[in-house]
């Protein structure tokens, strides 16, 4: 639809200059009237092209399940989410962190000392179309009654607490937002929910850094083997995640030989080591092990599943241990992380899937914002962060994108 709307406006302008072309041509005789005719219609059809333009220009798009990409013509118009550039908007940032209790102070780099503030001021703007702009007693409103869950690692955590800083400044009475059982936010914590009483909905977090689940080390295994990771058996806890209405995941940033190798962490599929098995021929089986849980255990009627791609990283440096967090973001030409191998899996995996879910690709978008990394503005300054983003940041505009599936 969006697609075909540009490709008719474009032509309109083709056609118009075909037009002045005529009509400068006819000038240099005498005037006439068919002269005086062509450049009125010149006139009329420049105005009609101008408004079709700008009007389909400033148009949010709204976003269905089906907002999918119109392929049958040209790819100029087609509306990408995840094909963008940030933009400078000042009404950013959205929120402030030292206000929001459900921002970990490791993600308040403000609060943690970090001096520039360009990096607050960015906003994503896929190149085709307009995500909607964030309204937050609309989102609340289409929240109420229902339960949010996000599965995954500290990125995970991140969008959670994001997200819930995004929603409470739509709430006057801040005591009515609160975690369930009483419980602070920490690095290892497996288990949060915040409740927002006046909308009666939950926003959950799981920690479930590979999704699969850890196993028990065979008899017989050597030395080295400390832990499994059974890559065809999904967490124990993901029966607390089928009843929801949003599910979000992610994993990717565990599994890594290092971090791997550092838990004396093997693979086992069908109860047996496999000891000379890839990372991403393990990655690949685990997230297969996820696919099929969907496919067999959640009502995707009920519930919209999204599995948000690697976020990518900015170490630098010979070993890759460097962390240089820049004061602006990087252009297109200098990113290294455009793509990963991780979200290639991702993305591939979920395309062979028999039910909707929709990947959130953010990836690419990530990939330009060297200045919005924790840094040595975390709690701990002495470790050098490239990893985790600073609140307000990027995470919020994953939450602005999903926010406008709703
Ligand atoms: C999405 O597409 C399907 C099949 O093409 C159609 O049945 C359904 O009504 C569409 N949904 C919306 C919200 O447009
Ligand atoms: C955020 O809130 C804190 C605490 O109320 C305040 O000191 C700080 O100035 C605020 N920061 C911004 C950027 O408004
Ligand atoms: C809260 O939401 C749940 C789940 O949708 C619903 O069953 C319940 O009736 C709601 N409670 C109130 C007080 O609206
Ligand atoms: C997707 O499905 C095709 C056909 O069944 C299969 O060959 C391919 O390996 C699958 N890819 C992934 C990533 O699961």
Redesign the pocket.
Known sequence: MISRIYSGSSGCFRSSYVNWVHCKRFRLRSINRLNVISSCLFIVLAIICGYVYLYEAVQPVILTENTTIDSEDDSKGVCDLYDGTWVLDESYPLYNASQCPFAERSFDCLANGRRDKGYLKWRWKPKNCDISRFDVGDTLEKLR???VVFVGDSLSRTQWESMICLLMNGVDDKTSVYEINGNKISKKIRYLGVRFRSY??TVEFYRSVFLVQLGSVPKRAPKRVRSTLKLDELDVVSSKWIDSDILVFNTGHWWNRAKLFEMGCYFKVGGRLKLGMSTMSAYTTALTTWASWVENMVDTDRTRVFFRTFEGSHWSGQNGHTCKVTQNPMSISSTRDYRSRFSDIIRSVVNNMSVPVITMYVTPMGSFRSDAHVGTWSDNPTVPDCSHWCLPGVPDAWNQILFSYL
């Open positions: 009654g229902k339960r009666n909905f």
